[in-house]
């Protein structure tokens, strides 16, 4: 039998028993098969219910026994026949699970062990979803693997030339796969594309392209999802107006625009989409199973070992992942969300932000209905307020971080906007990420060190933060070159611009290093060389046989791997942080993210009273540590910091460490200004100047808050220096360097000179009548100088406060440009000079010129406004606790002076001295105030 005969029998054979099948299916009220394929299944079919089967057709059963003579045509039934049942069982199974899922909506319901054993009984449904998803990557994936294996490693390219070439290509093509691969790979491009370290950077760029970019499913059935989540027949009963089409679509539900019959509100109703949640779970399962598979393949690719730790670490960022993706889909959580975040910052007095208002009465289990928000996209807006709401969006952020706990984690420019009365509101509240207070703090210690250049609390810093295993020594951090790359990226994010300008910056700093002559691809090189030398000799350093390393970058990545890893929750904060970046680059091409976090910092430090706190602003003010009470001396209360201090020092040797540094002017100054940034940017839409009229009375807070302030007690403090210094050095200049403090000298010293050139006359008069009448009073010069003598500390106190001086007098000097300042500046200066020397003695052509204080005047001019001036003077009864504060850190200032000299040869007069103004600074000093929540940490 030639080919085409038994081509055409075979043919002849199942058209005819096709025939035969279609009539005894229609019998029996089943569909009939209308191809050869569906032939088989139409035979499974038929015989589930074979008993039921009249007098089979004979012609039937022929046909089939001359097809199973031939074993080709009897494999070919059977592979026709399994191929059937298992596409039969697949679709039975999405059938039976559409809708089921292991584990309810929620923050905390995400269980890969729940959803193990789901699975594991439903393997048809999991080997569908695999097949359909390697069905839609089989190109992408061949195309990688032939770049990496064939092109690259078979035709040994160490580079991999092919394969990078390729990769815009590859990530416009994963682009597309994500959005036909649906809602969970939208998200988990969405959430790769700000993971450089884990992707390349033609894949992040693209990935950051998609926005929840999911075709809206019908009407028809959102309408029923609302129905039957509302309780009603018809969506008239609650909706005067409904949209037929949704005006957003997103990857777990779609928006309608509405009209409440109630009261008439324009409303946003947000239905989920159906079966979202079982979507989610199978998709998070299989990416689990799958992991372990694309860890090994990328590392393979990047030339590294896999570990076990390497499979670990990614299942676990998949966990992180799938715990945010289903707690999205539970919408009395975000509606939770939402009401805490506006209650939130109404408390903290952000004026200038808000999100949707909720209407509670309507929320369901997949229905979140809020009043409708008036405004456009912030990355779209070309209202003159966009660049101050970037700064508001920043700082809200921050506040959520650092402050309320509870981060915003999908903060694309689509839940940006501003709204018509210029406020900036944040939509979608399903993806949230809580911020522990420890994590919280040490947030902002690792800031304050980095802005500080105190980079050998870095290594420290990792560990808190979870950068680090806590089993990791600071010294191999520390070796490790971590507070380098640390201080170059902050130094280039500070100067804005973004990855654009900072590549730049980089590239002419290389050109600079290297030479302007060489080619990119030359300097490239010469930095590699210049790396790997580097990496050698650290690796040296560590007692590593370098000459017995194959490969150095790959040594140093496994090393590294040892000293750092990514905790979960930077994946949201680095999200957030980046899509705040883009909005704010889209505006100012040199906008720099670390500038806009400042006034947020400033802001929490003064205000903030907990230890970690306080301790973060002392550094960022250049004061270092607080110096630990020793026992010895009884602290009343905590407020009393500025005084504890100097208790501390009053004993001197007691106390263990180093005393603090000094205020640095620079720090102050700018801090204020941020602060005051802050205030003004965030508490209100800042028109007419109200946002000002809040800065000022936030400050006035802060200055005379009966309660005290963190800035207050440091201020305290230094103020007590300052006046500690000031009297010394006018004192000193009165009786120790003026003209007539200077003859008195001269003639206290006279009768020992005459007796030291006279031994007669030093021996005629007796022991004790010359130590009373001529050695001592000789020594009085000497031991006043001592006594007055400005060391370094007192120096840099007034160097300071002249730095403070001459910062602060531009700034109210142009606040008040019409101010006279001369003659008020030349008065102001004269009478402060010359109140302790005419108190002293006539000698005030001696008295040395202390720091110019600033003209008095444009501060003034600045109360002139009502308002301001209203809120300022809300807080003048603060200025008598306040007086008593400084009094009291001056007396304690006296103490420990008295403590340090050993000028006083009496015991018992420097106890006096000592414990004297101790008792008085403590009689006066306010009261305890209230302790905040923040104290405890």
């Known amino acids: 039998m030639t080919p085409s005969e038994a081509t055409s029998m075979l043919t002849a054979a199942f058209t005819s028993s096709t025939n035969t099948l279609q009539i005894q299916a229609e019998q029996l009220g089943i569909n009939a098969p209308t191809s050869i394929t569906s032939l088989i299944d139409g035979v499974l079919k038929l015989n589930t219910v074979s008993s039921e089967l009249p007098a089979f057709d004979s012609q039937l059963l022929s046909d089939f026994t001359k097809l199973a003579m031939n074993p080709y045509h009897s494999a070919a039934i059977i592979v026709f026949a399994l191929g059937n049942f298992v596409v039969f069982q697949i679709s039975k199974a999405e059938s039976e699970n559409e809708k089921s899922a292991p584990y309810q909506p929620g923050t905390n319901t995400y269980d890969p062990k729940v959803a193990s054993n789901f699975y594991k009984s439903r393997p048809f449904f999991v080997f569908g979803r695999v097949l359909k998803l390697a069905s839609l990557t089989a190109i992408f994936n061949t195309g990688i693997v032939w770049d990496w294996l064939v092109l690259g490693k078979l035709l040994k390219d160490e580079n991999y030339t092919a394969l990078r070439k390729a990769e815009p290509r590859r990530a416009k093509e994963a682009l597309k796969l994500c959005e036909q691969l649906g809602p969970t790979f939208i998200k988990l491009g969405q959430a790769l594309s700000i993971r450089t370290d884990l992707i390349p950077e033609a894949y992040a760029l693209e990935l950051r392209q998609l926005q929840d970019a999911v075709p809206p499913f019908s009407s028809d059935k959102a309408y029923d999802v609302l129905s039957k989540e509302l309780g009603v027949k018809n969506l008239s009963e609650i909706f005067s107006t409904l949209s037929e089409e949704p005006v957003a679509s997103a990857s777990i539900g779609q928006v309608y625009k509405g009209t409440l019959r109630s009261n008439g509100k324009e409303v946003a109703v947000k239905i989920q989409r159906p079966g979202i949640l079982s979507e989610i779970a199978i998709d998070l399962h299989v990416l689990r199973l799958l992991t372990p598979i694309q860890t090994k393949l990328q590392n393979a690719i990047n030339r590294i070992e896999t570990t076990q ?54 929320t369901r289990d997949n229905v979140l209905i809020t009043e409708w928000v008036q405004g456009t996209r912030l990355d779209r807006d070309a209202s003159a307020d966009v660049p101050r709401l970037c700064g508001v969006a920043i700082n809200a952020y921050l506040t959520m971080l650092l402050d309320t706990g509870v981060l915003h984690c999908d903060p694309h420019p689509g839940n940006l906007l501003r709204t018509t009365d210029g406020k900036l509101c944040i939509l979608d509240w399903g993806m949230t990420l809580e911020v522990p207070p420890n994590l919280q703090y040490g947030l902002l210690e690792f800031i304050a060190h980095i802005n500080t250049e105190n980079y050998d609390q870095i290594p420290q810093d990792f560990i808190n933060l979870g950068f ?23 130094r280039q994010l500070s100067q804005g611009g973004g990855p654009k300008k900072i590549q730049e910056r980089v590239r002419d700093e290389f050109k ?42 790959e040594e140093m990545s496994k090393r590294n791997r040892e000293l750092f890893k990514l905790p979960p929750y930077v994946l949201y904060v680095a999200r957030a942080f980046s899509t705040l970046e883009g909005i704010g680059l889209s505006i100012d091409d040199n906008y720099a993210i670390v500038q806009e976090c400042y006034p947020y910092l400033a802001r929490r430090l003064f205000t903030d009273r907990s230890p970690r706190a306080k301790s973060a602003l002392k550094q960022m003010l250049g004061l270092g540590e607080s110096i630990e009470v020793p026992d010895e001396i009884e602290i009343t209360h905590e407020s009393k910091s500025a005084s504890t201090m100097f208790q501390s020092q009053t004993t001197g040797a007691l106390s263990s460490k180093k005393e603090k540094g000094m205020l640095s002017p620079k720090k102050l100054i700018e801090m204020s200004e941020g602060f005051a940034s802050y205030t003004a940017a965030t508490s209100d839409v800042d028109r007419d100047g109200a946002g000002q009229t809040a800065a000022a009375a936030e400050f006035a807070k802060l200055f005379f808050d009966p309660d005290g302030s963190t800035l207050q007690d440091i201020l305290v403090d230094e103020t ?10 006018t004192l000193k200049g009165a009786l120790v360097e003026s003209l007539p403090a200077r003859a008195a000298a001269a003639a206290l ?40 003598s400005l060391n370094s500390e007192d120096e840099k106190i007034l160097s300071n406060a002249e730095e403070l001086r001459g910062a602060l007098s531009p700034l109210l000097s142009n606040a008040a440009a019409n101010a006279n300042t001369k003659d008020n500046n030349e008065n102001v ?67 420990y002076r008295a403590e340090k000299q050993n000028v006083l ?28 929540a923040g104290d405890s940490e």
Do not use: H
Request: overall charge negative; aromatic content about 4%.
């Open 829 to 895: 200066e004269k009478n402060m000079r010359s109140s302790l020397a005419d108190f002293v003695a006539d000698g005030a052509a001696g008295v040395p010129s202390i720091p110019d204080t600033p003209n008095l005047l444009p501060l003034l001019n600045m109360l002139s406004d009502a308002d301001t001036r209203k809120a300022v003077t809300e807080q003048l009864p603060g200025v008598a606790n306040l007086g008593r504060r400084v009094g009291a850190g001056l007396l304690k200032r006296a103490s």
């Open 905 to 932: 040869v009496s015991d018992e007069l420097k106890r006096i001295l000592i414990d004297g103004p101790i008792a008085l600074a403590n009689a006066i000093e306010p009261d305890e105030p209230p302790s905040s």
């Open 512 to 553: 600079e290093r290297y030479g302007d002559s060489l080619s990119d691809e030359e300097i490239q090189k010469a930095a590699r060389a210049e790396m790997i030398e580097a990496m050698e000799t650290q690796l040296a350093s560590e007692g590593v046989d370098v000459k017995g390393v194959t490969n150095v970058m």
């Open 309 to 362: 730790e390497d499979i670990d670490t990614a299942i676990t960022l998949v966990d992180e992942w799938g715990r945010g993706f289903v707690a999205e889909t539970d919408y009395r959580l975000e509606a939770r969300n939402t009401v805490a975040f506006e209650e939130a910052m109404r408390k903290r007095e952000l004026e200038a932000v808000c999100a949707p208002t909720v209407v509670t009465e309507y």
């Open 468 to 490: 680090s295993p806590p089993d990791v020594s600071l010294e191999r951090l520390q070796s490790s070159g971590i507070t380098d790359g640390i201080s170059f990226a902050f």
């Open 749 to 788: 010293r006279a009768p020992k000179n005459l007796l030291d050139q006279s031994e007669t006359l030093s021996k005629f008069l007796p022991d004790q009548l010359k130590r009373t009448l001529v050695e001592n009073p000789a020594k009085i010069p000497g031991l006043v100088d001592k006594l007055l």
């Open 720 to 729: 007590a220096r300052l006046g500690d210094a000031v009297a010394r050095s």
